[in-house]
């Protein structure tokens, strides 16, 4: 990492700083004004998203949610919306158990699971109830519905960047618990000395990667 590098990092950041900044107030907003069915599309949309792009995973949430489907009628035709989306069967059978977990009194209700005030047990939370949803894609449900900004979304752009930037010394080839907190707390030390706040750095990096600002 070269001095070079860090004033290119915070030039782009200079860059996207309102679009990134719009789009978290959009997140914001989910939490304060959404109904239950949209918050469980953000659920859904990040159980869908290991190994799979984001915009192929939106897309599968936005034909299961057209047509009905986020409501389970059945395993097999969740999987058939699901085109674009590696391990579509297991993903599909997530996403019913995911429903049924959620579901209180016969009401979907996302809301009574997570607590806005401690994003850090919500996620802890869950990471042990939520099938399919380990620490990356618990840390950007909450983030995608604005409870969040300081957690890190550990993907595979994410990781690329930190290793270029020297805040990690490779990517590791599994991730249990206590390394992905280690990871997350180095980056949240790099987005303090550049003064980056951590969910600006999160979407820069995944930007360099990915080549645009999106969920």
Known sequence: MTTH????????????????????????????????????EELVFCLLTPQS???????????LSSMGKLRCPAHGEIQRELRGVR??????????MARKLFTVDGR??????????????TREWLVGNVKGMGYKEASHFLR????????AILDRHI??????????PDIPKSMSRSRYLKIEAAMADFA????????HLDMVLWYMGAGEVFK
């Open 159 to 168: 990781l690329k960047s930190l290793v270029r930037f020297g805040v990690i």
């Open 53 to 63: 792009r984001a915009r192929s995973c939106w897309a599968a949430v936005e034909r």
């Open 5 to 40: 590098e860090i004033e290119q990092l915070k030039e782009l950041h200079g860059e996207l700083e309102d679009v990134i900044e719009a789009r978290l107030k959009e997140f914001d907003q989910l939490w304060l004004n959404a109904d239950e069915d949209r918050l469980f």
């Open 144 to 151: 995608n519905i604005g409870l969040g900004r300081d957690l």
């Open 87 to 96: 391990f579509s069967r297991r993903k599909a059978e997530y996403i019913c």
């Open 192 to 199: 303090r000395s550049i003064s980056i706040p951590m969910s």
């Open 108 to 121: 979907l209700s996302v809301r009574s699971h997570v607590d806005p005030k401690n994003p850090l047990q």
